[in-house]
């Protein structure tokens, strides 16, 4: 039975991932919750587990088990016995068996490669079952002939990171250029190996040991702490020195020098107005205590990362031997699953690319781990009685094959049977023969000749027809009956094929036609508008990943561009829509053919139809903007409404500095903060500014709301700066620290106070700066907000004038801002800059206070 689409189709995919959803292509963060909660930092995060490994405990019983599987002996098992198969896997056990050896010294100075031979490697790859992953960098070597590993060098996994793709996940290399998302590495170049303890979710980092080892371990060490204190308190007796009542402070110093000199000297000499005595701690607790929790640690360790606790927590002197061969077996399965787990990776990437890259139509070997106790030895003594009962009651007897693979027995080969004269017929008996009877020329009983056969209707052609299609071809009028078929058959025949060599012409630009969806090519890269789905083979972004029918009423139409470059015909919009036919076996689609004369003109037809229609991200539209370069004027001119909020946030977000952009993309910056930031008119300096402003402010744990950004973009530009000296451990320096940040804090408070001041709207809504600022069309938010009078618009309308300009209302901010950092009551600061305000304000505008 052949398989459906949905079966081929995977449903579960990182792109609709509900769970830990991928919203851009940000960084893909363990989901390790001990990392999480005590890892301290992505980059030292991992640092926790690596200080378990020094735990000597720990230590020996993760080297227990590392050396459980480096111990074995490998073997490179071929995929057949073909010729080429057979030669693969010699090639694949001399590259493995010769790694790192080749490694050159350099020529000037004495050097060392810290990568080792297979082993070595495999051992690297082991740290996994720690930490979760490893990564491993191959080197790659050629000496003309065959392309194989030079060296593999084991690689910190701080330095990666993951990020997300349609089915698989992507390793990147953190860089200073790229320290977040990290740089793409290319294919065939890294080992990865994952351990998985027991996750829940799936996670490119894995989910190693040390998430099962960190409380016994942390546990164990303030036990320990604690242990050491314990000791140091009771193991001595504690010195106590009387001296006389009026006693000077000279005199008790060298008493106290006294008391510390007798933990170390052997005597010491005391005048006889001075008393030393000795205090005895009295205890109700042991040092058992202490020990017993240490060993319980120990135990949970040795368990977790072991699976038994017999060959590490032997207690007493005896022994149970029952326990250590059930240790044993534990042991044994949990190697051997590490080896398979181990090897299976090595057969998916290191011995199929070597196969690639020298044999690519040979079949890839495997590469396992010996483990020659798992395999049962039969009593071939009880097998060989079972035998020959077996022989003796059936009369039949084995065959060579299964003596030979059952005992391992060999047999010489029989020798060949000489012709006996004496059993060849004799000539007389054949002269003498009946030749009406079928006779076996060859002396043999049961043979045959063969009858003649005989046409019924007289033909020389024998009954051959009759016998086969049941009617007689001889007959001339039957034959030009078949020849008759024969060429009607043919006709067709041909007349098929020429219609399969000619093409139809292509469609027209602009016509609307029902094509197969395997007739359209898909190129994301080219023609997807949306950020998420260039990533994609199909260039969907899940968007239609729930629906089980296509319905042709539902989908519309697709746009489509027949490339003249090689005559197929792309998808423009309608990645999702085309995906879906395809994944549901429909079996045409609506499409649109477009009038552009080449991909880019395409491309943009695609993105603008689908911000007109609203679909899309704001980052899809920045994006495409930042791409073409196209302006709000251009958008308007080719008919689309700028009241689209799509179109608005998009046209913003592409006015961003690039390094900004990306942040957005990565999910480091909100959509809507980055809206505010880019619609600020600020140039990319000023940008970056405002940026590491509030960066530096979210370092501080300070809540930053965009009214708040809104303000700072304004302050940018105006806020004043002053000199302040700071001091740490390598002496003195000059800073330069601005007021920005508590003078937007202030405006925005201010602003906020003032839309609900009723009183001063009278004032200043009756001014004749008022009058000016309403006449040149730049009252602010009374088409867009019914919240605020006229009156309240206007008097906001003219603080936001004020508070950018040289006027005592950006003199007052500043101010007020320069005693917030000095280490004013920020409470106090607004009351007083309020009253300034409204104080100031009437005056400034024309009215009366």
């Known amino acids: 039975m052949a398989l459906s689409k949905e079966h081929k189709t995977q449903?579960?995919?990182?792109?609709?991932?509900?769970?830990?959803?991928?919203?851009?292509?940000?960084?893909?963060?363990?989901?390790?919750?001990?990392?999480?909660?005590?890892?301290?930092?992505?980059?030292?995060?991992?640092?926790?587990?690596?200080?378990?490994?020094?735990?000597?405990?720990?230590?020996?019983?993760?080297?227990?088990?590392?050396?459980?599987?480096?111990?074995?002996?490998?073997?490179?098992?071929?995929?057949?016995?073909?010729?080429?198969d057979k030669k693969a896997a010699d090639m694949v056990r001399y590259h493995l068996?010769?790694?790192?050896?080749?490694?050159?010294?350099?020529?000037?100075?004495?050097?060392?490669?810290?990568?080792?031979?297979?082993?070595?490697?495999?051992?690297?790859?082991?740290?996994?079952?720690?930490?979760?992953f490893s990564v491993g960098e191959i080197i790659w070597g050629q000496d003309g002939k065959e392309t194989f590993p030079l060296e593999i060098q084991d690689c910190d996994i701080?330095?990666?990171?993951?990020?997300?793709?349609?089915?698989?996940?992507?390793?990147?290399?953190?860089?200073?250029?790229?320290?977040?998302?990290?740089?793409?590495?290319?294919?065939?170049?890294?080992?990865?190996?994952?351990?998985?303890?027991?996750?829940?979710?799936?996670?490119?980092?894995?989910?190693?040991?040390?998430?099962?080892?960190?409380?016994?371990?942390?546990?164990?060490?303030?036990?320990?702490?604690?242990?050491?204190?314990?000791?140091?308190?009771?193991?001595?007796?504690?010195?106590?020195?009387?001296?006389?009542?009026?006693?000077?402070?000279?005199?008790?110093?060298?008493?106290?020098?006294?008391l510390q000199a007798i933990a170390t000297d052997s005597g010491i000499v005391i005048p006889d107005t001075v008393a030393i005595d000795f205090l005895e701690a009295q205890r109700s607790?042991?040092?058992?205590?202490?020990?017993?929790?240490?060993?319980?640690?120990?135990?949970?360790?040795?368990?977790?990362?072991?699976?038994?606790?017999?060959?590490?927590?032997?207690?007493?002197?005896?022994?149970?031997?029952?326990?250590?061969?059930?240790?044993?077996?534990?042991?044994?399965?949990?190697a051997k699953a590490d080896a398979d787990l181990l090897c299976e990776m090595i057969n998916r990437t290191l011995v199929r690319w070597i196969c690639q890259f020298n044999l690519p139509d040979a079949t890839?070997?495997?590469?396992?781990?010996?483990?020659?106790?798992?395999?049962?030895?039969?009593?071939?003594?009880?097998?060989?009685?079972?035998?020959?009962?077996?022989?003796?009651?059936?009369?039949?007897?084995?065959?060579?094959?299964?003596?030979?693979?059952?005992?391992?027995?060999?047999?010489?080969?029989?020798?060949?049977?000489?012709?006996?004269?004496?059993?060849?017929?004799?000539?007389?008996?054949?002269?003498?023969?009946?030749?009406?009877?079928?006779?076996d020329y060859r002396g043999v009983p049961g043979k045959t000749a063969k009858k003649k056969r005989v046409c019924e209707k007289g033909y020389s052609c024998g009954d051959t027809c009759i016998a086969r299609s049941k009617k007689c071809i001889s007959e001339l009028n039957a034959q030009a009956k078949a020849y008759s078929d024969f060429l009607a058959k043919r006709v067709a025949?041909?007349?098929?094929?020429?219609?399969?060599?000619?093409?139809?012409?292509?469609?027209?630009?602009?016509?609307?036609?029902?094509?197969?969806?395997?007739?359209?090519?898909?190129?994301?890269?080219?023609?997807?508008?949306?950020?998420?789905?260039?990533?994609?083979?199909?260039?969907?972004?899940?968007?239609?990943?729930?629906?089980?029918?296509?319905?042709?009423?539902?989908?519309?139409?697709?746009q489509v561009w027949i490339d003249p470059a090689d005559g197929k015909t792309y998808v423009v919009n309608g990645h999702n829509r085309l995906a879906l036919a395809n994944r549901l076996g429909a079996e045409k689609v609506t499409v649109r053919y477009l009038d552009v004369k080449d991909a880019v003109e395409?491309?943009?037809?695609?993105?603008?139809?689908?911000?007109?229609?609203?679909?899309?991200?704001?980052?899809?539209?920045?994006?495409?903007?930042?791409?073409?370069?196209?302006?709000?004027?251009?958008?308007?001119?080719?008919?689309?409404?700028?009241?689209?909020?799509?179109?608005?946030?998009?046209?913003?977000?592409?006015?961003?500095?690039?390094?900004?952009?990306?942040?957005?993309?990565?999910?480091?910056?909100?959509?809507?903060?980055?809206?505010?930031?880019?619609?600020?008119?600020?140039?990319?300096?000023?940008?970056?500014?405002?940026?590491?402003?509030?960066?530096?402010q979210a370092k501080k744990r300070r809540n930053i709301t965009n009214e708040v950004v809104r303000e700072l973009a304004d302050s940018v530009r105006s806020a004043s700066q002053r000199t302040e000296t700071q001091f740490d451990l390598f002496g003195s320096s000059q800073t330069v620290q601005d007021n920005a940040m508590e003078r937007a804090t202030l405006a925005a408070v201010t602003r906020q106070r003032l839309s609900r001041e009723k009183k001063l709207f009278g004032t200043v809504g009756k001014s004749k700066a008022a009058e000016d600022l309403e006449r040149a069309g730049n009252v602010i938010d009374v088409q867009t907000s019914q919240k605020l009078s006229r009156e309240a618009a206007l008097t906001l309308g003219i603080f936001d004038q004020l508070k950018n300009l040289s006027s005592p209302v950006s003199a007052a901010l500043n101010r007020a801002a320069d005693r917030i950092v000095a280490g004013e009551s920020a409470k106090k600061v607004q009351d007083d800059l309020y009253k300034e305000i409204t104080t100031e304000l009437p005056k400034l505008v024309g009215g009366k206070s």
Request: hydrophobic fraction near 35%; include cysteine; glycine fraction near 8%.
């Open 97 to 132: 068996a010769n790694l790192a050896h080749r490694f050159e010294e350099e020529e000037d100075e004495a050097s060392i490669s810290l990568a080792g031979g297979f082993d070595q490697t495999c051992l690297d790859m082991m740290k996994a079952v720690l930490y979760g």
């Open 493 to 558: 025949e041909l007349e098929a094929q020429l219609k399969a060599t000619i093409a139809p012409p292509p469609p027209k630009p602009g016509t609307v036609a029902e094509i197969s969806p395997s007739d359209i090519q898909v190129d994301p890269k080219r023609f997807q508008y949306k950020v998420l789905g260039e990533h994609t083979k199909t260039g969907e972004v899940g968007s239609l990943s729930g629906v089980r029918k296509y319905d042709p009423n539902l989908a519309g139409t697709v």
């Open 158 to 258: 701080r330095r990666f990171s993951f990020t997300p793709g349609d089915r698989m996940y992507k390793l990147r290399l953190l860089t200073p250029a790229q320290s977040f998302t990290g740089e793409a590495l290319p294919a065939k170049k890294f080992l990865i190996h994952r351990f998985n303890s027991g996750g829940l979710s799936p996670d490119p980092h894995g989910l190693g040991l040390g998430t099962r080892l960190f409380y016994p371990n942390f546990f164990k060490r303030n036990a320990v702490k604690f242990w050491l204190t314990f000791s140091d308190k009771w193991a001595s007796p504690t010195a106590v020195g009387k001296h006389p009542r009026n006693a000077t402070d000279a005199e008790k110093d060298t008493l106290m020098q006294m």
């Open 602 to 696: 395409a491309r943009s037809v695609g993105a603008l139809t689908n911000i007109a229609e609203g679909r899309g991200t704001p980052i899809d539209a920045a994006k495409f903007f930042k791409d073409t370069g196209l302006t709000k004027e251009d958008i308007e001119a080719k008919g689309i409404p700028m009241r689209e909020k799509i179109a608005q946030d998009g046209i913003a977000l592409s006015k961003l500095e690039d390094s900004l952009f990306r942040r957005v993309i990565d999910g480091e910056m909100p959509v809507e903060r980055a809206t505010i930031i880019g619609d600020s008119g600020l140039d990319h300096q000023q940008q970056r500014s405002l940026v590491n402003l509030i960066d530096q």
């Open 285 to 334: 607790g042991t040092v058992n205590t202490y020990q017993e929790l240490v060993s319980f640690c120990n135990s949970e360790i040795s368990k977790a990362v072991l699976g038994e606790t017999g060959s590490t927590d032997q207690q007493g002197s005896g022994g149970s031997r029952a326990r250590d061969q059930v240790g044993n077996e534990v042991r044994i399965e949990i």
């Open 11 to 84: 449903y579960v995919r990182i792109v609709n991932d509900v769970v830990h959803p991928s919203y851009g292509f940000g960084r893909i963060d363990p989901r390790d919750e001990t990392l999480l909660t005590h890892g301290g930092g992505w980059l030292r995060s991992y640092d926790i587990y690596e200080n378990i490994a020094r735990d000597p405990h720990a230590y020996a019983v993760l080297q227990k088990r590392y050396m459980a599987v480096i111990g074995r002996e490998w073997e490179v098992v071929a995929a057949s016995d073909r010729a080429i």
């Open 364 to 439: 890839p070997p495997k590469v396992w781990r010996k483990f020659p106790e798992l395999l049962q030895k039969e009593d071939l003594a009880a097998r060989a009685t079972r035998d020959n009962t077996i022989v003796t009651m059936s009369g039949r007897s084995l065959t060579e094959k299964y003596l030979v693979d059952t005992y391992g027995v060999e047999f010489e080969p029989p020798e060949p049977k000489q012709p006996n004269p004496d059993d060849a017929p004799n000539i007389q008996d054949l002269l003498s023969t009946d030749l009406s009877e079928p006779l």
